[in-house]
Each structure stands twice: as C-alpha cells, then as structure tokens.
C-alpha cells in the first residue's frame, strides 16, 4: 500500500509557501523473500525512490510489535520494536544464520500478504536459533560464560527503564502459553518480587533472547533511518495515545491506569455512538490516571515522547483529541453506549513535554469529529493536523529581541554560549545542536541575528561537521564571520558521536585558521590525554574536560597539582550521591537507575573492575546493588 502522506505548508521569511511531501509505505509492505517487508536492501530502495522522486518524508505506521489481532496500534509495548522487522540476511551475513535455515521454513504461499500465523513460528524459529549462535559467538571471551560487544551492554543500559521489563514479560508470557497477564498465575499478575526473581534467576537465557531480539532491532533500523537522513529523507513515525490491555506497559503501570478496588481496570477506551456504529467502537484500552501523571510531572509520557524522537525525526500521535476529551467507557461494557466523555489533560501535559524536551515536531492526528477546543490545542502548539499549514521545524527569523537581551542582563547573565555541538538524533533532527551545521547558510544568518540582537560575550561549542570533516572549513569561515568570545571544539563528526578518536589534524586546522580564542574538547579522561594535548597545541587558550570529570571527579586537581583521587574520597562521593537520590527520588528503581548511570563512568577507576560492573548492572534490589559496590570498594584499587 502506497498513499500520499499528511503534507503541510510555511511561510518562510519572505511570506513564500514552503511544502514538504512524502509517501506513507509501512515496512511490512516492503517486498521480501522472508513472509514480510523488513530492514534490509529493499527498505533502502525505498529511500532512494523517495530521494528521486523528490520526496522528503517517509510515514511509517508504527514499528511496535504487534499484538493481538496483528494490529501495530494494540502492541505488547510502547517502547520496543517488532522482531518481525529484523532482516534475516543481515543475521546471515552476520554469521548467525545459514541460507538452509531459512530455506528449510515456510515464509507463505502469497507474496502480496503477510501471513502472520506461519510467519510467528517460522520467523521466531529462526530468530531463537540467530540468538543461539550469537550468544556461541561470544562465549568464553575475557575469561566470562558470556561476553557480549560494548555497544550491545551501551544499549541495555540506555534502555534499562523499560527494556528488563519488557523482557521479562516476553519470557512469562512465553511461559505461560503467550496468554495475556490477566490470566497468568497470581503472585506473576500482581508482580511478587520473590517470585518474579525466582523467575527471572530461572529464565536468563529466554529473558536475553527478548534482549538480543530488541538489540538486532535498534541496530537495523539506526542503519536503515542514519542512510535515509543522508539522502535528505525524514522519518515520520506513528504512536496510539493508548497502550494495549495486553502489554508489558499496563502490566507494570499501576497507578498510571484508572483501577478499580480490586487492581483491575475501572474504565477503557472507545468512540462514541455516531452515524458510522450504533454501539460505537469499544476499543478495550486502559484509560490514564491523568491526575496521578499530573502529579509525576508526566515522567512516563516524556520518557515515551523521549524515546519515539530517538527513533522518528517526525512523530504523528493517533487519536490526538484523546488528550482534550476521551470517551470512557465501563470497564466490562458490552458497548461502547455506556461511556461518557471526560477532560483530558489539556495544555498542561504538552507543556510539561516542552519544558523536557523542547520543540516537539508533533503531527497530529486530527480526523473525524474534532472539536474547537481540539483544534485549539493543536494550534496553540503548532502541530500540524491532516490539513494543517504548519510543518516544517527550522529556526524561523526574529525569535531574538532587544527584550531578550535584556532580561538577559537582568537575570545576571554577561555571557551566552550556544551549543552547536550535541550529537543526538533527537536534537538533530529538529535542527538543533550540531544539526545546525547540516545548512551553514542558515547558521549564518542564524549566528548575524544572534549578535545582532544580543550585546553581551557570545561563546559557541561545535562539531567540525555531520559526516565529513571536509564540511568543517566553510563552517570555520562562518565563524570568523563573527566576533565569538570562544570557540569551544570537539573535533568529532555529528555522526560519529563518540566513537573512534578525535581528528585532530581537523584542530590543528582550526588552530592555525581561526580569528577566534578557541577551545580544545574531547576524551581528556586522564592527566596524559591533557598532557598531550597540551603539548600538541601549545597555543590553544583552553581545554574543556566533560565525561572525563565523571570518570575522575578529581581529574583537575591531578592536572593542576598531580593530587591524584583516593578510594576514601571515590567512596565518600558515592555515599553522598546515592543518600540524596534516596532522599529525592521515589522507588529502588529510580534510585539504581541513577546510581548505574555513575558507575558506567566511574567503575573504569578500578583495577580489574568489568567483573564488578557487570554485577551493578545487573542488580535489581537496592541491597543487591550495596553489596556489589561494597565488594568493589573493598576487592580492587583505583588505577594508579
């Protein structure tokens, strides 16, 4: 199925309408030899259909995995991606899979249908005996059962708030016949800690195949989204404002769902009676708590948002009007006659997701009966609707005033610095960041407004470019442009991140041609790496240290006065921070999340330490997590 996609219009700065197209092709429509559309060459030949055919977004219906009935929109989870996507010849090529297993399956009889009955034994099939092979790959290495790449435990831990949940749903509901969690044994539905730890001790190799499964999955599509963002393609990707009855999600939500007295349910989701059904639709979802997630700050709703802007540069939201009015209906309702409509929670919510994330590049679902209040709250926002005139997410001339230089000032602040120079995708794609760099043309007329408007010390941190380091002398020469009190360097490509090491023959390049101080930044982690540096370009005016200072809090003073850290001061540090989070945040998991965050850059300290680091990752109790850091501290020294 090929449609036109939701298109928009903007005025630019000379009042000419500017339009953006592109074409709505769901991945399960891609052709393939495996029962289903996926994420090998065939999505890739689509993204160079759009670029020729002048197009410049692909929508996509969302990449969830689907539940009951097949449907993408009654997922088992609102943060992961569906297996079915994953391209099996990137496994083969992978050495995961041979061409005979994925011969000796059936894959269906009908090339122009998915059928999805045989396609869930056939694909799982294969998909356990890729999982089997990889975990082979990696056994016995640095002396572990199991070793797996850094970048599969970078992504665990990134993921850590909803991917060990996930997983361990996937494994009970495997376990229990793939029945929905209303139905599974008591002390598993109301979630026993006792005995979904006895569970989850039993079941790690099943529990790590639902892991790998939404790893493999991460890394296909970043390859698939990275190349068609190069090709100038955004993705437009699509997420229910409800989540499944029979999901992960409302397993764990608790009292982030209407419940009645006995923990169940109280009302779900639906439409009205109208002149298309009699009954209306009874769509069985769990309505929100809104006033508890009001109370939250509406944490759950922008680590959701948060997390669908790291995978779509465009997000549309179905069912938008849910979130002015919403039909509620009784739960156990035969029909949907019984409900009535209530108040969802407005501006305040969107507001909240601004004031965490920024910008949003929403579109917004806006079909069928909506009312002025729901075209109200789109507008106030600008999120486009199907018929909007308002999609396209670029700096936009006169937002810097005389006024907000002043309150500037009165505020205190003799200096701005702007951040050109943050690598993430969700950033990036709403032109922020080093995104900026992706047109230098808007980033000088973006930096002329800047001083222009505001007069007071202008400092700026950059990239040397998105994908090529060659993009980096026309940027220079925009900074010269103008009067920059100093220019902060990390010598890494956008796309880069902070993989590979920095290109430092770019630096000496901006060292012998900028008209600006500058600044040196990047992997300063030890007194050696500043040494080095320092020595190198002599004449540089500064060094920022950033992630260094999380690894070695006292990294300057080793600098400046060769004091290296204790394990007396380490541990004092850690007491401090893990009591404060204890104090402020609510819930051993929030607190360990937090806690995992520190150790992921100072367990490097240690001697010896990816035994101990393994094992804080892997807790799940705060008692758990006190005595890993104990035999840590009291086991292993800091590096000399």
């Known amino acids: 199925m090929i449609e036109n996609s939701e298109t928009g219009n903007l005025k630019n700065e000379e009042g000419i309408i500017m339009r953006e197209s592109g074409i709505l092709m769901p991945v399960s429509s891609l052709p393939g030899p495996y029962g289903i559309g996926c994420f090998g060459a065939e999505a890739l030949k689509f993204v160079d259909f759009l670029a020729a055919a002048g197009q410049h977004i692909w929508q996509l219906l969302p990449l969830s995995p689907t539940g009951y009935g097949d449907s993408p929109y009654q997922s088992c989870s609102a943060f992961a991606g569906n297996p079915y996507f994953i391209d099996l010849d990137a496994l083969k090529a992978d050495g995961l899979l041979t061409a005979a297993q994925l011969k000796a399956e059936p894959w269906g009889t009908d090339p122009l249908s998915v059928d999805y009955g045989t396609l869930y034994t056939s694909r799982y099939k294969v998909l356990r005996a890729a999982y089997a092979a990889w975990r082979e790959k990696y056994a016995g290495r640095f002396g572990c059962a199991h070793y797996y790449p850094d970048d599969y435990y970078a992504f665990t831990l990134t993921n850590e708030s909803w991917l060990n949940d996930y997983a361990l749903y996937m494994a009970l509901k495997t376990a229990n016949g793939m029945k929905s969690w209303a139905e599974w044994p008591r002390e598993y539905r109301l979630r026993d800690a006792g005995a979904l730890a006895e569970f989850a001790a039993g079941q790690e190799e099943e529990i790590g195949f639902w892991k790998f499964l939404q790893y493999e999955f991460a890394v296909q599509w970043k390859k698939v989204k990275d190349y068609a963002n190069e090709k100038g393609i955004k993705i437009l990707g699509d997420i229910p404002i409800y989540v499944s009855a029979d999901s992960v999600d409302a397993w764990v939500g608790g009292e ?37 997630h009001k109370q939250t700050g509406y944490a759950w709703w922008v680590r959701r948002v948060r997390h669908a802007l790291g995978i779509y540069d465009l997000l549309r939201i179905d069912h938008f009007r849910g979130f002015d009015t919403y039909w509620a209906i009784p739960a156990g309702s035969p029909t949907a006659r019984t409900g009535k409509w209530e108040n969802g929670p407005g501006m305040d919510l969107f507001r909240a997701l601004e004031a965490a994330l920024g910008k949003l590049p929403i579109i917004a679902e806006d079909l069928g009966v909506i009312t002025d209040e729901v075209n109200a709250l789109r507008e106030h926002f600008h999120f486009p609707g199907k018929a909007s005139d308002n999609w396209n997410w670029r700096f936009k001339s006169g937002a810097l005033t005389d006024a907000l230089a002043k309150e500037l000032k009165e505020l205190g602040y003799d200096e701005v610095n702007l951040n050109l120079g943050c690598p993430s995708r969700t950033v990036v794609a709403k032109q922020k960041g080093s995104g900026f760099l992706r047109e230098p043309e808007v980033l000088d007329d973006f930096l002329t407004e800047i001083f222009e408007a505001l007069d007071m010390k202008i400092s700026i941190k950059t990239r040397i470019g998105l994908r090529d380091t060659e993009e980096f002398e026309e940027i220079l020469s925009i900074y010269n442009r103008h009067p920059v009190y100093e220019l902060t360097i990390h010598p890494r490509l956008q ?22 101080p500058l600044c040196y930044n990047g992997d300063i982690v030890t007194k050696e790496d500043y040494d080095n540096i320092t020595t190198r370009f002599p004449d540089v005016d500064a060094v920022m240290i950033g992630r260094g200072l999380l690894r070695n809090p006292a990294l300057v003073r080793e600098i400046k006065y060769g004091q290296k850290l204790t394990k007396r001061e380490l541990l004092k540090m850690h007491d401090t921070l893990y009591e404060a989070y204890q104090d402020y945040l609510s819930g051993d998991k929030n607190v360990l999340y937090k806690m995992k965050e520190f150790w992921n850059n100072a367990a490097v300290m240690f001697t010896n330490h990816e035994k101990y680091a393994k094992k804080i990752r892997k807790v799940q109790t705060l008692k758990n997590y006190e005595q890993a850091v104990n035999a840590l501290f009291s086991d292993q020294e800091l590096i000399k």
């Open 495 to 516: 796309q880069e991140f902070y993989k590979g090491k920095p290109h430092l023959d770019v630096f000496e390049y901006a060292v012998n041609h900028s008209e600006n």
């Open 256 to 292: 982030l769902f209407e419940l009645d007295a006995q923990g169940g349910f109280a009302r779900v989701a639906g439409c009205p009676p109208d002149y298309f059904s009699a009954d209306g639709q009874l769509w069985g979802n769990p309505l929100y708590n809104w006033p508890y």
